[in-house]
Nanobody
């Protein structure tokens, strides 16, 4: 069973863009719903975006709606988070997670998600 490996984080100015990617070397994504969560210093982890197994259903937290886009490529076992119009409040460590349950369950009880990545830092300067 492969782990989740995130990449693409970095430092960007307000209004800039970053594209995060998450892969599962040695494993498959097809049976999993996928999601991105984030955690800022001193704050609790929060849901960012999720995508169903087929990719047909996506959900976003309200504050990123219209700025972030989640997508998946089941053939390549990857999930991406395109982040545009970034704001300083988007600064956080971003985590990729996978679970066999529907995305509603992943959002509601993330501690029970099957697999988590180590996270990638996103810093947005003002």
């Amino acid at each position: 069973q492969g782990e989740l490996v995130e990449s693409g984080g970095g430092l960007v100015q307000t209004g800039g863009s970053l594209r995060l990617s998450c892969a599962r070397p040695g494993g498959t994504f097809t049976v999993y719903s996928l999601a991105w969560f984030r955690q800022a210093p001193g704050k609790e982890r929060e849901f960012v975006a999720a995508i169903s197994r087929s990719g047909g259903v996506t959900k976003y937290r309200e504050s990123v709606q219209g700025r972030f886009t989640i997508s998946r490529d089941n053939a390549k076992n990857t999930v991406a988070l395109q982040m545009d119009s970034l704001k300083p409040e988007d600064t956080a460590v971003y985590f990729c997670t996978a679970d066999r349950a529907p995305i509603e369950s992943m959002i509601a009880r993330p501690d029970q998600n099957d697999i988590w990545g180590q996270g990638t830092q996103v810093t947005v300067s003002s």
